[in-house]
């Protein structure tokens, strides 16, 4: 582990794992579901052995677990994964990491036989979040302090709910990306993707009035947005070829990859595009990341490759400055510092 750094310079990362099953629309519960979770941890383990010969700080990482209605109706219940994996969970915190809620608004449709995503009701929303809560409450032995929906979704109401119980950051917002109204092929969306165009890029407590406005008397609970960046345009080729090769494999991209002009800084990335993409957020004058990764994505041998060797060169100074992975609440504790 290198000298203790000088903290102006330091780029801090958070690194969220949205812990969800593998089959994103299971109708039935398998053991192998789970597979992308124990991948993932495996990954994690290699992580902080490898990211702690380069940083001042034992490496810290955030998990988000799904506790929603889909859990419910295909596992049991919502708290199924928590009390699967406790001994797991446990283990992660002790190592310092954070364990929070991933919530999706998924609701089975009877007649169709198929789930479809709402972001209409405001009712279900509420249902979904006040059930996942309350689950967490019952499996972790405390209230959840961290809180990210999947699929790009945040509302006012929303983030009015999630501050009324208790929560004290949401990290579901992605700056850049507007208002689009399709899900993934073969899905159906029952409303419309949020419009982020104009999110802030660095943490933030959104005014009473407009959850996308900073206001520093505003809501207790903060908005930790997602890591993005502008897709520069002489990377649009190899983008339309892999958009091409995916149709051919019968996995056809989604609304947000063939539509948006931002994309997420994403750590399973070709290097050349992470690289790129790292270079570009930091050009947009960010002091901290936040990077998703789905569990199912450590389950790639190539994949998981990839990841390690785009974290390791971020934490070696690539950007040409120190970066430190750290749980939310140790980057929340960093910004309040640096404000302070």
Request: aromatic share 10%.
């Given at each position: 582990m290198r000298d203790r750094h000088d903290a102006a310079r330091t780029v801090r990362v958070a690194l969220a794992i949205d812990v969800e099953p593998v089959p994103r629309l299971p109708t039935s519960g398998k053991d192998s579901d789970w597979n992308g979770l124990r991948a993932s941890i495996r990954l994690v383990r290699l992580l902080r052995e490898r990211l702690s010969r380069t940083q001042a700080t034992v490496p810290a990482f955030t998990w988000l677990v799904r506790m929603d209605q889909q859990i419910r109706r295909v596992y049991g219940h919502c708290g199924w994964i928590a009390e699967r994996f406790a001994a797991e969970l446990?283990?992660?915190?002790?190592?310092?990491?954070?364990?929070?809620?991933?919530?999706?608004?998924?609701?089975?449709?009877?007649?169709?036989?198929?789930?479809?995503?709402?972001?209409?009701?405001?009712?279900?929303?509420?249902?979904?979040?006040?059930?996942?809560?309350?689950?967490?409450?019952?499996?972790?032995?405390?209230?959840?302090?961290?809180?990210?929906?999947?699929?790009?979704?945040?509302?006012?109401?929303?983030?009015?709910?999630?501050?009324?119980?208790?929560?004290?950051?949401?990290?579901?917002?992605?700056?850049?990306?507007?208002?689009?109204?399709?899900?993934?092929?073969?899905?159906?969306?029952?409303?419309?993707?949020?419009?982020?165009?104009?999110?802030?890029?660095?943490?933030?407590?959104?005014?009473?009035?407009?959850?996308?406005?900073?206001?520093?008397?505003?809501?207790?609970?903060?908005?930790?947005?997602?890591?993005?960046?502008?897709?520069?345009?002489?990377?649009?080729?190899?983008?339309?070829?892999?958009?091409?090769?995916?149709?051919?494999?019968?996995?056809?991209?989604?609304?947000?990859?063939?539509?948006?002009?931002?994309?997420r800084l994403g750590c399973s990335q070709r290097r050349y595009v992470f690289r790129q993409g790292a270079r570009s957020a930091m050009a947009d004058g960010i002091s901290m990341m936040h990077l998703v990764l789905r569990a199912d994505q450590a389950i790639d041998a190539a994949a998981f490759d990839r990841i390690v060797t785009n974290l390791e060169w971020l934490a070696a100074g690539g950007l040409g400055t120190c970066a430190e992975f750290v749980s939310t609440a140790g980057l929340l504790a960093a910004v309040d510092g640096e404000s302070s």
């Open positions: 446990d283990d992660l915190e002790r190592h310092g990491d954070d364990v929070g809620l991933h919530t999706h608004l998924f609701r089975w449709d009877e007649r169709a036989s198929a789930w479809v995503t709402d972001y209409e009701c405001l009712d279900w929303m509420r249902l979904c979040v006040e059930e996942a809560v309350h689950a967490f409450r019952a499996s972790r032995g405390r209230a959840p302090r961290f809180h990210s929906f999947g699929d790009r979704y945040l509302s006012e109401e929303a983030v009015a709910v999630l501050e009324e119980l208790g929560l004290a950051a949401d990290m579901s917002v992605e700056p850049g990306f507007f208002a689009i109204d399709t899900m993934r092929p073969g899905e159906t969306l029952l409303g419309r993707m949020p419009d982020f165009t104009h999110a802030p890029r660095s943490v933030w407590r959104p005014s009473h009035d407009n959850y996308l406005q900073h206001d520093a008397h505003g809501r207790r609970l903060r908005l930790l947005p997602v890591t993005t960046y502008r897709f520069p345009w002489w990377l649009e080729p190899g983008r339309q070829i892999e958009h091409l090769l995916r149709r051919a494999r019968g996995t056809p991209p989604g609304g947000d990859e063939r539509l948006q002009r931002y994309a």
